[in-house]
C-alpha cells in the first residue's frame, strides 16, 4: 500500500493527512495492526483508526453547538447503520416529500450522504471546522462514537439520541466482509480466524463491542427520554412496531389518518433493502472518504454468522456476551 502514491489511496486508508495534535497524541497511544487501515489507536478505551481519530479529536473540541432538538444516530459499525440512517431520514421528512416514490431525496443519494457522520464526514479534514447553524432544525447527525467520547455539547444537551445495536455474531461477520470488501486491490484479506481474535479481544474500528454497548445500555436506563436503545433483531422482526416507536421518541409521530393512508408502510418499503440495494447511486457511488456505497450493501439478514462461525466460536462469543453485557440485564 505505501508504494502507492498518496492521491491514489483513498481517504480511508491514508494516515498522512492528520494535524500535529492527532501525531503528538498518537505517539502516546496504545496500537495494534488494523482490520483495514494500517493501525488502530485506542482513545478513551476504544479503538480507531489513524483518519478516523483525527475527526473523533476535531468532533470533540469543535461540536460545541448541540441543540436540544438535534437527533443524534448511534451505532456500533455494521449494526445497521444505513438502514436506520434511511428509516429517519424519511420519517423526518415525510411531509416535505409526499410523493416517497418520486422525488424522493434516498432514490438519488446514499443515506450517509444524507445523514453524515460527525467525525467521518463533517468533522474529518484536519485544516477545516464545518458551520452548521444553516442547517435546518431538527438536524440529523450519526456517529459510531461510544458514549465516553461524545462531545461535551451532545451530553449536556436534550438532544435526542437513537442507539441501534446488533448481536455480536453478526455484527462481526458483516464487519469481516465489510472491511476485506473495501482494502486495496493486491493487499490481502483478513482471515476469519484472525479476525475473529482481534473482534473477542476488543480490537475492532470502535471496540470493544461489548463495551460501546454498555456504555449506552446504561444511559439508557438513566435518561428514557434521551436514549433510544434498539437492537437490529427486533428492527428486523417488527419493523412498523420500531418505526412508530422512534417516531414517538423523537417527537413527530404518525396520525391515525398516515397509518390509514399507508404512510408507515411506504417509508418501510422506500428504506428496504431490496429497494435501497437497487438504486443505481447505490450500486455505483462513492462517499467522499472513497467507500463504494455498494459495500454498505451485503445481505441485511439475521443469523449469516451461523454460516461462518464455527459451533465453538459461536459459543466463545456467547460466553463473552454473557460476562459483559449478562450482568447488567442485556441480552440480544
Not at 443524534?72 to 421528512?93: D, E, M, Q, R, Y
Not at 450517509?112 to 474529518?124: A, T
Not at 493487499?187 to 480490537?203: A, I, Q
Request: glycine share 4%; proline share 5%.
Amino acid at each position: 500500500m505505501s508504494s502507492q502514491p498518496n492521491n491514489a489511496i483513498p481517504k480511508y486508508l491514508q494516515e498522512s493527512e492528520v494535524s500535529q495534535e492527532c501525531k503528538d497524541l498518537i505517539a502516546t497511544l496504545p496500537m495494534e495492526k488494523g482490520w483495514l487501515a494500517s493501525h488502530l489507536h485506542q482513545y478513551q478505551g476504544f479503538w480507531y483508526f489513524t483518519r478516523q481519530l483525527q475527526g473523533v479529536l476535531s468532533c470533540q473540541k469543535h461540536f460545541n453547538n448541540s441543540l436540544n432538538s438535534d437527533i443524534l444516530i448511534v451505532t456500533t459499525p455494521k449494526s445497521g447503520t444505513t438502514w436506520l440512517k434511511a428509516l429517519t431520514f424519511a420519517l423526518l421528512n415525510r411531509h416535505k416529500y409526499p410523493k416517497m416514490f418520486e422525488n424522493h431525496p434516498l432514490l438519488t443519494k446514499n443515506p450517509h450522504f444524507l445523514v453524515p457522520f460527525l467525525e467521518l464526514d463533517l468533522y474529518n479534514d484536519k485544516d477545516l471546522v464545518p458551520d452548521l447553524n444553516s442547517i435546518p432544525s431538527p438536524r440529523l447527525f450519526s456517529t459510531h462514537l461510544p458514549y465516553v467520547s461524545l462531545p461535551k455539547s451532545v451530553i449536556d444537551s436534550n438532544c435526542k439520541i437513537l442507539y441501534l445495536c446488533r448481536n455480536p455474531k453478526d455484527t462481526f461477520i458483516s464487519l469481516w466482509h465489510f472491511t476485506n470488501k473495501l482494502k486495496l486491490d493486491g493487499t490481502s484479506t483478513n482471515s476469519l480466524e484472525d479476525s475473529f481474535k482481534k473482534f473477542c479481544n476488543g480490537v475492532s474500528i470502535c471496540g470493544p463491542f461489548w463495551e460501546h454497548v454498555l456504555g449506552y445500555w446504561k444511559e439508557s436506563l438513566d435518561q428514557p427520554k434521551k436514549i433510544m436503545l434498539m437492537r437490529y433483531e427486533e428492527m428486523k422482526k417488527n419493523p412498523s412496531f420500531v418505526l412508530k416507536e422512534l417516531a414517538r421518541f423523537v417527537g413527530c409521530p404518525f396520525s391515525k389518518e398516515e397509518e390509514d393512508e399507508g404512510v408507515i408502510d411506504d417509508i418501510l418499503k422506500l428504506c428496504s433493502f431490496k429497494i435501497l440495494s437497487n438504486l443505481e447511486v447505490n450500486k455505483k457511488g462513492k462517499l467522499s472518504s472513497g467507500e463504494e456505497h455498494r459495500a454498505f450493501f451485503r445481505l441485511g439478514e439475521v443469523g449469516d454468522s451461523n454460516n461462518y462461525l464455527t459451533a465453538e466460536m459461536i459459543e466463545q462469543l456467547d460466553i463473552i456476551t454473557e460476562k459483559k453485557l449478562g450482568h447488567y440485564g442485556f441480552r440480544f
